[in-house]
């Protein structure tokens, strides 16, 4: 392992410390362009904290993005719109784990009863 491979573990090693969403593009090494996916996620109120870039073959790429924000839904969407393959996603369902633990406990307590 070279010093720079060292480096880019440590980067996404910290990186995915953060709280946040991750969301995994691929992409047409040609059809890369940073800014449009940049402006894709901020217009859904988000900001990318880091982006890693994979070479799989001379004609394409992964890319690899955190999100500042845990529910990245709205971004999957916005990406698929314009023609993005979305390759993998990550995310924390917070709500939806309140939404099972409530009706749970609303159970428990007719059950009880």
């Known amino acids: 392992m070279n010093k720079t491979q060292i480096l880019a573990k440590d980067f996404i090693m910290a990186t995915m410390k953060t709280p946040g969403g991750i969301i995994v593009l691929d992409l ?6 940073l800014a449009h996916i940049a402006r894709i996620v901020e217009d859904n109120d988000a900001k990318i904290w880091s982006s890693h870039v994979t070479s799989v073959d001379s004609m394409k790429m992964e890319l690899t993005l955190k999100i500042n924000r845990m529910d990245v839904t709205s971004i999957i969407q916005s990406f698929l719109r314009f023609g993005y393959t979305i390759k ?11 939404v099972l633990r409530n009706h749970y406990d609303q159970l428990m307590m007719y059950l009880n009863v």
């Open 28 to 33: 047409n090494i040609y059809d890369y362009s």
């Open 88 to 98: 993998a996603s990550y995310q924390s369902n917070d709500r939806n784990e309140d």
